[in-house]
C-alpha cells in the first residue's frame, strides 16, 4: 500500500491536494494511506521550499502548486499492486 | 497511454502558433471594449446622460477590459513563473553580498511564484542556504505585495502612471526594508530550531520545461488566480461604477485628501491589521482614490494591506521571535510612510 503525505500548513491548496489524490487514487481503485503533515519542522525534513509538497514511499514527488491531474494519475500507474 | 483525445490540445502541439493567435484576438478583443459597452448602453432603457447610464457603461466597459487584461498578464506571468522556482531564486541569492542581493531579491520576488503558506519552508530554504537574512526579507516583502495581479488591476483601473509607481515603490520599500533589517544583524532573533537546520547547498536544477509545458503553467496559472480573483474585481468595479455615477467630487479629499498630514500614518496604521490579497483591496482604492483622496496616501494604504498579513506574520512566528516580527512590521511600515508622505509631497 503506498504511504503518502500532503505536506502543507493548511492553505486551500494543501486541502485541494489531498481531495485531488483522494479522487484519483480512488478512481484507480488504488489502495492508499493518506497523511497531512502540518507541522512546520516535519515538512521542513523533506527539504521542499514551497507547499503543498507530496511524499509518496519516501520520495517527494512534488513541491509548490497543486498537482495537475495528469501528474497524479501519473503516480498510480494502472499496472501497479498494493 | 491516454487514448481520449483533449478537446483542446492544438496549443501543446503547435505552441508557437498558439501564442501568436492568442495574441492577435486578445488585441482585437480589447479593441472592441469601449464601443461595445457603448451599444450595450444604447440598447438598455437608460438616458445614458444620466447617473445610472454613466455607471453602467463604466461597469459595461471596466468589467471585460480588466477580466482581459487580467487573464493576459496571468498568462504570460504564469509561463515566466515556470522559469524560476524558489529553489533556482534561492541559488541565485545564496551568499550574495548585501545591497545588490536585496535588490535582486526583491526583483525575484515578482516572477516566483509564491503562495504565502509557502513563506515558511521558502524562508527556511533560504536561510539554510545561507542567504543573508536581509535579502531573504527583501523577497518576503516583495513577493506578495509586487505581485502582478496588483499592477494589472492598478493599470486597467488608473492607468499606467500610477501602475509604474506602485511597482516602483514597492520594490523600493522592498530592497531598503530588507537591506536595514540585515544591518541590524538579527540573526539571532530566528528561532533556535531554524538556526539549527543543516546547511543546504543551494544548486539550481536546470528545469526543462517545452515551450508548450510552460504554455500549460500560464493556464493554470490563470485557473487558479483569475478563478480565485473575480468576484473582488466585479465588487470593485461596481463600487467604482456607482462612485462614478453618483457621489460628488471631493466628498473623499476632506479626510483623505494631501491637507491632513495625519492621513498618511493614519492609512497605514490601518492597513497593518487588515488583510487582503492584491485583489480585494482594489475596491476600497477606488473608492478612496476616484473621488478626491490623495494618492500617496491611497497607495500607501494598499501596501500596507497587502505587505503585512496578519496571517501570514501568524505563521513566521514559528520561525521568528516576536522582536524579529516586531522589527519587521515597523521597518516595513515606516517605509512605506515615507514613501506615502514622498509622494504626497511630489505630486
Redesign the interface.
Known sequence: MKEIKVL????S??KATVRLIEEVARGKGVEIALEKVED??E??TY?????P?VVIDGQVVHS???P?RQKVEGWFPATASA | MNVTAKTFSWPETHPKVFLLIAALAWVALYRTLAPASEALVAALPVDRASHLGSALQFFFYDTPKVLLLLTGVVFVMGMVNSYF???RT?ALLAGRTEGVANAMAAGLGIVT?F????A???F??FVQAGVPLGVTFSFLISAPMVNEVALVLLFGMFGWKIASLYLGLGLFVAIVAGWVIGRLKMEAYLED?VRN?PH?QASAGLSALTLSERI?AGF?SVR?IVGKVWPYILAGIAIGAAIHGWVPENFMASFMGKAAWWSVPLAVLIGVPMYSNAAGVIPIVQALLAKGAALGTVLAFMMSVIALSLPELV?LR??LKWRLIATFVAVVAIGILIVGYLFNAVL
Open positions: 502543507g500548513t493548511g492553505c491548496n494543501c512546520i519542522r515538512i521542513m527539504n521542499v521550499m514551497a507547499t509538497g509548490g502548486g497543486v495537475t | 522556482t524558489p529553489e534561492r511564484p503562495c504565502s503558506c509557502s515558511v519552508p521558502l527556511i530554504g530550531w537546520m543546504v500549460e493554470a487558479e505563521i514559528k520561525v
